[in-house]
C-alpha cells in the first residue's frame, strides 16, 4: 500500500462526520434498553447530524462536478458546519425535552452544539483541522466521563494528523490547534454543563 493511499485511508476513517455518529451510537446504546430504541435514535441522530451537510455536499457536487469528501476549501465548509450546528441544535432541543434523558447525555449534546459553533466560528478566518479537533473532543469527553484511563485515546490524533500531512490538507499549526482546540473547549464545556 502506497503511503498516499494509507493516508487516504486514515483520513476517511477519521472523517468527523463519521466519528461524530459513531460515538453518538456509541452513547445511544449505552443510554437505550432496547435494539429497537437505538436503531430508532440512531437514524434520528444520522438525520439531524449527517443529512444536511450530506445533502449539500451531494449538492456541490452536481454543480462543480467533483466530489471532495474532505471539503478542502476552508469558505466552502462554513454551510456544511452551520446546517450540522442546526441538526445538533433541534437534537439536543429534543434531548432535552425527552423524559428518559441522562445528564451525561444531555451534557455531551450542549458540548457538541457549543464546539461545532466554535469550531464554524474560526473556519470563518482560518482553516483549523476539524478532523483532530473532533477526534480530540471525542477522546476528552472519554476521559472526562470515563476516567484517565481513556487518555490512549489522544494517540491515534497522531496518524490522523500525519494522513491530513500527506494529503497536503493542513498545515501542522492547523493540526495542533484543532487538536488542542477540540480538547480545551470539551472540557471545559463538560465541566461548566454537568455542575451545573
Known amino acids: ?8 485511508f486514515i483520513s476517511i476513517a477519521a472523517n468527523p462526520v463519521l466519528l461524530l455518529l459513531g460515538a453518538v451510537m456509541v452513547v445511544i446504546n449505552h443510554y437505550v434498553d432496547s435494539t429497537a430504541t437505538f ?6 441522530a444520522a438525520l439531524l447530524l449527517v443529512a444536511p451537510g450530506g445533502l449539500y455536499t451531494i449538492y456541490l457536487w452536481r454543480k462543480v462536478g467533483e466530489i471532495d469528501l474532505d471539503i478542502s476549501n476552508r ?10 450546528i442546526l441538526g445538533a441544535v433541534v437534537g439536543t432541543a429534543l434531548l432535552a425535552r425527552s423524559q428518559t434523558t441522562s445528564a451525561t447525555l444531555e451534557t455531551m449534546s450542549y458540548v457538541l452544539v457549543a464546539l461545532l459553533i466554535t469550531l ?15 477526534l ?5 469527553l472519554m476521559a472526562y466521563f470515563g476516567g484517565l484511563n481513556y487518555t490512549y485515546f489522544f494517540i491515534l490524533l497522531i496518524p490522523v494528523a500525519w494522513a491530513r500531512t500527506v494529503l497536503h490538507q493542513h498545515t501542522k499549526a ?3 490547534g484543532g487538536a488542542i482546540w477540540g480538547a480545551l473547549v470539551t472540557w ?8 451545573r
Open 1 to 8: 500500500m502506497s503511503v498516499t493511499r494509507l493516508a487516504n
Open 39 to 44: 436503531w430508532h435514535h440512531s437514524g434520528y
Open 75 to 84: 469558505e466552502d465548509r462554513i454551510v456544511p458546519m452551520m446546517l450540522t
Open 120 to 134: 464554524t466560528t474560526i473556519t470563518l478566518v482560518w482553516k483549523i483541522s476539524i478532523h483532530t479537533a473532533t
Open 136 to 140: 480530540s473532543a471525542l477522546a476528552t
Open 174 to 176: 492547523q493540526l495542533l
Open 188 to 195: 471545559i464545556l463538560a465541566w461548566f454543563f454537568s455542575g
